[in-house]
């Protein structure tokens, strides 16, 4: 039977994937306490990922700070608590745990971009070269092959790309160049079904496209004012039709909005 991962590995694949997530280790341990110096756990967004730091009302207590920190993009990357675990967590027990919290992938800038296409691949060889982590989403494995081999660009094959959109944190700037509306529009319906709201939201297309595809969702139900918060045609007003050209004027539209 496979081994789990260990917390190094665990670390590594959140760093490679570009997750934002909170190392939290238990420094010192004073008295009578639910771990030693030295457990390790990380959290994400969502909750523990991994490992522990003692379980109960300590660990509930150590993973919602680390979820205070990621949920603050301008917030620190690294904090230091000491707690009283009978005074400061309610828990029976008179020890004193030391924890230091360390964000990794904290405040990156984070684009995803659904459908591997042509524009993508011009765009993603722009993006590598600026201080953002790019993850690209197709089902087409050909398409995903020919990205650039580049520690910033994450690749995922997926047939359900509307599903892959609920995963993303809200700070994501969210690109749908897929191979036409048909395949754009679920996108957009099951984010807006779900309430999501990100900074940055563009579709790939024209004037005439945006127009089909917000009376679609119209159609489907979805409210006015969420069909109209998505770039469509997306980018600044430069340049050709060429597909560097159009890269070249999505990122710096997305540059002007990340401020």
């Known amino acids: 039977m496979p081994s789990s991962p260990s917390h190094l590995q665990n670390t590594l694949a959140l760093t490679e994937q570009g997750v934002a997530f909170v190392a939290v280790t238990m420094v010192d341990a004073i008295g009578s306490t639910p771990q030693d110096a030295g457990s390790k756990m990380l959290v994400v967004a969502e909750g523990l990922h991994s490992g522990t730091v003692g379980g109960g009302r300590v660990e509930a207590k150590a993973i919602a700070e680390a979820q205070a920190m990621l949920a603050d993009p301008n917030g620190p990357r690294t904090r230091f608590v000491e707690w009283n675990l009978q005074r400061d967590v309610g828990m029976t027990c008179g020890g004193v745990v030391r924890l230091f919290f360390e964000a990794h992938n904290h405040g ?11 524009v993508c691949q011009a765009l993603t060889r722009l993006l590598e070269t600026l201080p953002c982590r790019v993850t690209v989403v197709d089902p087409r494995a050909e398409w995903l092959d020919r990205l650039p081999d ?20 809200e700070s994501t700037f969210v690109l749908s160049m897929t191979m036409g509306h048909r395949t754009d529009r679920p996108i957009l319906e099951a984010l807006f079904r779900a309430g999501r709201r990100f900074p940055y939201l563009g579709v790939i297309g024209s004037a005439a496209k945006a127009a089909v595809l917000r009376r679609e969702l119209l159609d489907a139900g979805i409210p006015e004012e969420q069909t109209r918060a998505f770039f469509c045609p997306v980018g600044l007003p430069i340049g050709t039709n060429h597909p560097a050209e159009i890269a070249l004027s999505i990122a710096a539209q997305m540059l002007e909005k990340r401020g």
């Open 150 to 169: 580049s520690p910033r660009i994450r690749r995922v094959q997926t047939d359900d790309m509307a599903a892959h959109v609920l995963t993303l944190p």
């Open 108 to 118: 990156d800038w984070h684009i995803v971009i659904y459908g591997a296409g042509h």
